[in-house]
């Protein structure tokens, strides 16, 4: 098998027959072997039934695939569909995103033009159901809407701490097995939780960090469809302290251990620095939620050290007050 499209979803019966709808059309144009994984990340609602429906019918026939992740977290599903996968390339698609009617044979072209290329990524444009706030296209990568032009460029070339979006990235099998961690410090988005954003760019430093190169191909193109609620400043408060919380782990996995400690003070003080920056730059503007979203950005990423190491230490009492009553519980019997 050249690809697998492997769509990664929690919830997603009532979207998911939209992106079968676009992958089905594809069927019979691409000259390419591919077929479809499906990874349920232990939904609750009818995801199960909507793809085993679709696998019934004779076009999706063999090639649609259903797997079950119990383990809660986008990087737990992302890494059962690698592991199911048939396809020497991984397209991962969500279950909002909607490929264009040449996606696929796009995936597997590239893939042929550029063999050191060990993961790309799309052109993904917002499919918004409300008007998006003033200024939005300067946070709008964060919610995986990514134009970066028309042109084919190396993200490690360009910028060394850029990555594409995980939706509608393609990475070799071959590479994420064998220098992506089976074990994630990021699970990723847990249900509606948001609180442990940047599995993706875990995923795409450790690629980076073996060498192999990362590319933006504009040639794949996806609509990525942003419900109402995504523009809530509830939703976007909450995800932007998410991506910062998490930016210790994504920026840490650069460096040897013994790097680290200058590392987060040299983080530290420059997150700091942006900051006060960002707030006296725009303190006439602070209502606008655009400028809330990069304060709070900025504003947990100076913590991210502090939420780790906390989280850490309450991990290691646990597991010593767990050891304790087991003591206990073996000398009283």
């Not at 098998?1 to 492997?6: F, N």
């Not at 696929?104 to 998006?132: K, L, M, T, W």
């Not at 074990?183 to 993706?200: F, I």
């Amino acid at each position: 098998m050249d690809v697998t499209v492997v769509i990664c979803t929690y919830n997603g019966a009532s979207c998911l027959s939209n992106v079968f709808e676009r992958l089905a059309s594809q069927m019979f144009t691409t000259l390419v072997s591919w077929d479809i994984t499906v990874v349920d990340n232990n939904s609750r609602d009818q995801t199960a039934q909507v793809v085993q429906g679709y696998q019934d019918l004779p076009i999706f026939l063999d090639r649609l695939h259903y797997e079950y992740e119990p383990k809660q977290g986008l990087a737990f599903a992302r890494r059962r569909g690698v592991r199911a996968a048939k396809g020497k390339l991984l397209a991962f698609l969500d279950d909002d995103n909607l490929p264009s009617s040449s996606w696929v044979q796009a995936v597997y072209d590239f893939g042929q033009q550029h063999p050191g290329a060990g993961a790309y990524g799309s052109q993904i444009v917002g499919a918004y159901e409300v008007e998006p706030p003033q200024d939005f296209e300067r946070i709008a990568c964060f919610l995986a809407v990514i134009d970066r032009g028309h042109q084919p460029f190396r993200y490690d070339l360009l910028d060394r701490w850029l990555f594409p979006a995980g939706a509608g990235l393609v990475v070799r099998k071959q590479v994420w097995l064998e220098h992506v961690s089976e074990k994630p410090r990021l699970s990723g988005v847990l249900a509606e939780k948001l609180t442990s954003k940047g599995e993706d760019i875990e995923a795409l430093s450790y690629i980076r960090k073996a060498g192999w190169q990362i590319w933006h191909n504009p040639d794949m193109q996806i609509e990525h469809v942003i419900g109402r609620e995504r523009m809530a400043s509830g939703y976007l408060l909450t995800l932007f302290q998410g991506v910062g919380l998490s930016r210790y782990h994504t920026r840490m996995v650069r460096f040897c251990p013994w790097q680290r400690p200058f590392a987060i003070a040299a983080y530290g003080v420059n997150d700091l620095r942006r900051w006060l920056l960002h707030y006296t730059t725009h303190y006439s503007k602070k209502s606008s939620i655009v400028v809330q979203c990069e304060l709070t950005l900025l504003y947990y990423s100076l913590l991210s050290p502090i939420y780790i190491f906390s989280q850490t230490l309450v991990k290691i009492l646990a597991n010593q007050c767990d050891s304790i009553f087991k003591i206990m519980r073996i000398d009283s019997s």
